[in-house]
């Protein structure tokens, strides 16, 4: 299989050009437009699939120096800014978290936690539902590669529960037993767990790091606190909603229990190595909840968990170097975050702010705040990846919305919900997506329409339930 799509890189190459040749509009500096057509062109890019994430970061990252647009006339000076991502806390908050998750999937705690809540709740198949969600939920903060928590852990779980009670992918007259149900839960679960912790999902520290960038800081804590209630009211309703909407024709898995029972006895007691990481998701957990009060970043809460794992060789250095997904967000991370901080600091997103605020007029904030909110949500159609689509519109909305006066904080937090939630739209919409809808357990039909009907369901819970709720913790 081809990575460079010739087609599509042409047109990515077309659109660079033709935005790198139209004059800078009044109010905007020349180098901040040419980073902009550089930026956009990554963007489009990679909505195209000109090209892997990487390869197109790797591009922009050697046409931002080549064109010295963030430091004209000092060649030596780009290429350091245009590497200066790569020096960015957030960037290590999520690589390494990445490395714990695979102590997680490593040393097998992640399936018996789920194995767990099964044999607790998986008499019904709405219990196996939520089972399956609750084991998402508690992996949640300490793995923020959502495709590893859903597709390396959950999914497999799942799968294998669907098989044990009939609904088999390869039988399509099987699928609406169970499979099907807990193929669309499951995700969705996923994606509600990704919206409540900083470190749930990898796009969420770049919504922190934007929004950093507009003046709104952001920590581990008050972005749990902001996710509490409308996350556990989604976690709640959605399955509900979708035994409704698409109910299996298995109501009853009696059975489930004691297949989890099984696989706990094949798993034998918890090994040292399962302790060791369970004392090590603690210890991260308690850092993150603490930080403020014991002044230690999150990045160097995730140091202290990696460290820790190394040390008592839970996870060895070749583990480190051999988890492909985490140095591969690392590298795209940087480039992007680079781009669109610059873009801000260059004065662009300010500039762009302001230009819609003015087409706008004196629309009322409580007015222009669902505007905003659903245009970034189902905008998400476009997208193929839920961290292009926070790295080309996260702050320059923020920015619209600040300047009509919408709260910043309620702004900020809304919009970084959107950024894991929005993946329900489509079969490729999240990281996970094309894992879950790859089991074959859910036609594209059904998966656009349940998409959009639970979308619609969860913009009521948490612009609603997380609009109050923000309001009675005071961040507006």
Not at 167 to 180: E, M, N, Y
Not at 370 to 385: E, G, K, M, Q, R
Request: aromatic share 12%; proline share 4%.
């Amino acid at each position: 299989m081809k990575e460079i799509n010739i087609k599509n890189a042409g047109i990515t190459l077309l659109i660079a050009i033709v935005l790198w040749l139209i004059p800078a509009p009044e109010g905007v500096k020349e180098n901040a437009w040419h980073l902009f057509a550089i930026f956009a062109a990554t963007i489009f890019g990679i909505i195209l699939k000109a090209a892997p994430m990487g390869t197109m970061c790797m591009l922009a990252v050697a046409f931002t120096a080549i064109t010295q647009v963030l430091a004209p006339g000092n060649p030596s000076a780009s290429i350091v800014k245009a590497l200066s991502g790569f020096g960015d806390k957030v960037i290590w908050l999520i690589g390494i978290s990445f490395f714990i998750a695979r102590g997680f999937i490593k040393t097998g705690l992640g399936n018996r936690i789920a194995f767990l809540f099964i044999k607790i709740f998986g008499k019904s198949s709405l219990g196996l539902a939520y089972g399956l969600g609750l084991a998402d939920l508690c992996l949640a903060p300490a793995i923020p590669s959502n495709t590893a928590r859903g597709g390396g852990i959950i999914y497999p779980i799942m799968k294998s529960m669907s098989m044990n009670f009939g609904s088999v992918p390869d039988d399509a007259s099987t699928h609406r037993k169970l499979g099907s149900f807990l193929t669309l839960n499951s995700y969705y679960m996923n994606l509600i767990t990704s919206s409540m912790f900083l470190t749930g999902t990898a796009s969420n520290p770049m919504c922190q790091k934007f929004a950093a960038n507009l003046g709104i800081n952001i920590t581990w804590m008050s972005w749990a606190a902001a996710g509490l209630i409308p996350g556990l009211a989604a976690f709640i309703i959605v399955p509900l909603v979708l035994y409704k909407l698409y109910p299996p024709e298995l109501k009853k898995t009696g059975d489930a229990p004691k297949v989890a029972s099984e696989k706990l006895k094949e798993m034998g007691p918890m090994t040292k190595n399962e302790w060791l990481m369970m004392l090590a998701f603690v210890v991260l957990l308690g850092l993150w909840i603490l930080g403020d009060t014991l002044s230690i970043d999150a990045t160097t809460t995730a140091f202290i968990g990696l460290s820790l794992l190394l040390l008592t060789s839970v996870l060895t250095w070749e583990d480190v170097k051999s988890e492909k997904g985490a140095w591969d967000t690392i590298v795209w991370f940087a480039v992007l975050v680079m781009m669109a901080s610059s873009l801000n600091e260059l004065g662009f997103i300010g500039w762009f702010s302001e230009l819609i605020r003015v087409k706008i007029g004196d629309l009322d904030w409580s007015i222009a705040f669902p505007v905003i909110v659903l245009v970034y949500f189902f905008s998400h159609y476009i997208f193929a990846s839920a961290t292009a689509h926070v790295a080309a519109m996260y702050a320059a909305l923020l920015g619209v919305g600040v300047s009509l006066g919408i709260p910043p904080m309620l702004l900020a937090m809304m919009l970084g919900f959107m950024g894991s939630i929005y993946g329900v739209l489509t079969h490729y919409g999240h990281g996970p997506a094309p894992v879950f809808f790859g089991s074959g357990y859910v036609d594209l039909k059904a998966w656009w329409l349940r998409g959009l009907e639970i979308g619609i369901v969860l913009l009521i819970i948490y612009m609603g339930i997380g609009g109050l709720w923000m309001k009675v913790i005071g961040y507006y």
